[in-house]
């Protein structure tokens, strides 16, 4: 481990014909089991490891890697030994780490003590710096949520007016323009959601440099009176900055998997107009009267659920770094480090080596 920084890792999907294995998803299985292990009792982990390791793996790279199978055995029959020896080697690191964490803070501590007031004051003054950020970032989210729902509602209104008319065509023209009329509408919606994700993503990127940014303003401001303990003082801000990434990786996730909630809800408009027009000619009408009159407004609600849900995630990204900064302020006056100190400077460190271990796996043979 060392006293020095850990280097930061970004994931990033294998090349070539190994593109679809994320060293990050994998990492994520051996973490999971890590940390599984670590509440069970010593004789269940005897009979845990090999089998259940063994189990996650092979259910996360046979949902990947469909297209290589027999790679994806081999790969397998590597991880799990190399996630069991991985799993004991951290073991040991993880009670020195806690050890050292501990110790380097309570040193830390002792030579801040001359300077409490000034170190209060410096890292509130970076909790105020923060919030005065974040504050416009929030704003930024919650208009370009509103702005992309927006978009997407005036896009789909059309389609509702659309359908209003056909209904007055005779039943074999309608039943006969209901598909492609259908395929059109699911385009619309998902090229709706890809835009909306387009210009969601960005965000937490701009909110990670500003994360970066605000970490380095708070190191330059408390180096003056850690001089003798710079080590102690980097092991707590890589933790902070630990800490502040997961938290902007979450508000990416959670960005994502909203905006592919909206499409999951808004698809099956599409798919109802479809199994509408397979029925009887006669009865079509009646069908899709009810579809038509309730098309605007079942849009309209889906939309606005999403914008109830995703406009407040920079408000709660905010709230979560304030909170962090709070936690560190919190630490450096007792000399106590919590249990996820160490645990997340560990998970970063199974993550740099899955990813490294998976770089010299050779690529399935053609």
């Given at each position: ?210 994360v970066e940014q605000s970490v380095a303003e708070l190191r330059r ?146």
């Amino acid at each position: 481990w060392g006293s020095g920084a850990v280097p930061a890792l970004i994931p990033a999907p294998l090349a070539g014909s190994r593109a679809d294995v994320n060293p990050d998803e994998v990492a994520s299985v051996i973490w999971k089991y890590f940390t599984e292990l670590g509440s069970n009792a010593k004789d269940t982990v005897e009979q845990l490891q090999q089998t259940e390791i063994s189990k996650q793996l092979n259910t996360l790279l046979k949902g990947n890697l469909q297209s290589v199978s027999a790679y994806a055995e081999d790969l397998q029959e590597r991880l799990v030994p190399f996630a069991t020896e991985l799993q004991a080697r951290l073991a040991q690191d993880s009670q020195r780490l806690k050890e050292q964490i501990q110790r380097e803070l309570r040193e830390l501590q002792a030579k801040l003590a001359p300077f409490a007031d000034e170190v209060h004051q410096q890292i509130g003054t970076n909790i105020r710096q923060l919030q005065a950020k974040m504050s416009p970032y929030a704003e930024e989210l919650r208009s370009r949520v509103d702005r992309s729902a927006g978009e997407l509602q005036r896009a789909l209104e059309p389609y509702a007016a659309e359908l209003q008319e056909r209904l007055k065509d005779n039943a074999e023209s309608i039943q006969a323009s209901l598909s492609p009329y259908a395929d059109r509408l699911q385009q619309q919606i998902d090229g709706g959601v890809e835009s909306l994700k387009e210009r969601l993503s960005p965000m937490a990127d701009e909110l990670k440099a500003q994360v970066e940014q605000s970490v380095a303003e708070l190191r330059r401001g408390l180096s003056p009176y850690a001089q003798e303990v710079q080590d102690g003082l980097n092991r707590q801000l890589e933790s902070l900055t630990v800490q502040m990434e997961k938290a902007a990786e979450e508000l990416r996730s959670r960005l994502a998997s909203s905006s592919e909630e909206l499409r999951a809800q808004l698809s099956p408009l599409a798919l109802e107009l479809r199994e509408a027009a397979r029925g009887d000619p006669e009865s079509l009408r009646q069908r899709l009267a009810p579809l038509a009159q309730q098309l605007d407004q079942r849009v309209g609600q889906t939309l606005e659920a999403f914008r109830q849900q995703a406009a407040p995630f920079g408000e709660t990204f905010g709230k979560q770094l304030v909170q962090r900064l709070e936690e560190m302020r919190g630490k450096l006056d007792s000399g106590a480090a919590g249990v996820e100190d160490h645990l997340e400077l560990l998970e970063k460190e199974v993550r740099e080596k899955v990813a490294a271990f998976l770089s010299t796996v050779p690529p399935p043979q053609d």
